[in-house]
């Protein structure tokens, strides 16, 4: 009798269900997208500090160098001078830096004598005035043709004039936040083409091509003036015992009885041949503010339509605010703003500060915060005078 083989259960196939391969998947996502926020996060974190770094480097090396030439400025003429005449002079020009017709910025310049040790390295300089009758000078903007001429360039003399100062090439697409920090040198002094003239910074296509750009990303470039009657920086600007934000040592040329470049020591136009009267800061407080990553800039943005005259505004990074800072501004555009309270992105602002104007600003306006630099210069040639009345 044959007996019936019990069937053998079916082994199931190898391979997965739909609903495994969706569980891993989904698994397979979130860890990948958790790979990914972290890897963008510790890229985050480099950027930035590397922007840092870059900013640092930056703003510590513009600032030593002008640091460096402030504190070789001279006050008093060389025996028999006659035209030659030694001055200082900071003082403010107005810009539309976004073609609309109006000057949004006022933007701070710094122009100084100084002793000239460059004649001692530099060979154009070293030579300069070997031939007698060389009527050419010399700058920091030299062609290969005037290179190889040295010798027909007149003698330093041991001084030159030396500018600092920012500007924009006005554009309607261009970011009017972002300056280039230019400096003009030119020797012996006293020259037709001085960097004193009225016109020496009125262009910025004539000023790039008679300065070397030393800085670019630059948001902002300020001094303040230690006077006679100053008692410290940090007293408000042009108060009665405040620093000075315009000076003109001759005390001749800034004559303006109100506006920007109201110098308070001023007297008339017969002291800008008087020497005995001139005056210049016992201090000078530098400034500077650099963009600290161009690769985000641009990403912090007003969120609402901003008048001339509001007191708030509105961004869309709050985080971004720093309560604990000591600088606490913001540059909107070409325009500079103090604020001094954070609440849910909104800003209490003064508006107008470093020298800008207050203009209304569209939603999408583009936010700057910058680094900040100074550093304090005491000028070793000072002059004072008390015999005022």
């Known amino acids: 009798m044959n ?5 053998r259960p079916r082994r199931r196939e190898s391979g997965f269900t739909l609903i495994e391969l969706l569980t891993a998947i989904a698994i397979f996502t979130v860890l990948a997208g958790m790979l990914f926020q972290m890897l963008k996060s510790g890229l985050d974190i480099w950027r930035q500090g590397e922007g840092n770094r870059q900013a640092l480097e930056k703003g510590i090396n513009l600032l030593d160098e002008v640091v460096r ?21 900071v003082d403010y020009e107005s810009f539309d830096l976004n073609m609309d017709d109006i000057d949004e ?4 310049r710094i122009r ?3 002793s000239c040790p460059e004649e001692r390295t530099d060979n ?3 030579l300069a005035g070997d031939w007698p009758g060389g009527e050419r000078g010399s700058s920091d903007v030299v062609s290969a043709a005037e290179d190889a001429d040295v010798r027909s360039a007149r003698p330093t003399g041991g001084l030159a004039e030396v500018a600092y100062a920012t500007m924009a090439v006005p554009s309607k697409v261009g970011d009017p936040g972002l300056l280039t920090l230019y400096r003009m040198f030119r020797t012996p002094i006293g020259r037709d083409d001085s960097i004193f003239a009225d016109d020496s910074f009125d262009d910025p296509k004539k000023l790039d091509a008679s300065a070397v750009a030393v800085a ?3 948001l902002h470039f300020g001094v303040k003036l230690w006077s006679r009657d100053t008692r410290g920086f940090d007293v408000p600007v042009d108060s009665e015992f405040g620093p000075l934000s315009v000076w003109d040592s ?3 040329h800034l004559l303006d009885s109100i506006g920007m470049n109201h110098f308070r020591l001023a007297k008339d136009e017969t002291s800008l041949d008087a020497i005995w009267d001139d005056v210049f800061p016992r201090r000078v407080l530098i400034t500077l503010v650099v963009e600290a990553d161009q690769d985000e800039a641009g990403d912090l943005r007003l969120t609402s339509d901003v008048s001339a005259t509001s007191t708030r505004v509105k961004i869309d990074s709050p985080r971004a605010i720093d ?3 000591p600088f606490p501004y913001l540059k909107i555009e070409g325009e500079w703003v103090k604020w001094s309270e954070a609440d849910a992105g909104w800003l209490t602002v003064e508006r107008g500060v470093r020298g800008s104007s207050a203009v209304a600003h569209l939603a999408g306006a583009t936010l700057h915060l910058g680094r900040t630099f100074q550093r304090v210069v005491d000028l070793p040639v000072y002059r004072e005078d008390w015999n005022d009345e």
């Open 3 to 7: 007996r019936a083989i019990p069937s």
């Open 250 to 252: 001759t005390r001749g």
């Open 69 to 89: 030439e402030i504190r070789m400025a001279q006050a008093f003429e060389p025996a028999g001078a006659e035209s030659a005449k030694i001055r200082m002079l």
């Open 105 to 108: 910025s006022s933007l701070q």
């Open 323 to 325: 309560s604990d800072t």
């Open 124 to 126: 154009r300089l070293r």
């Open 216 to 218: 670019e990303n630059v």
């Open 112 to 114: 100084f004598v100084r």
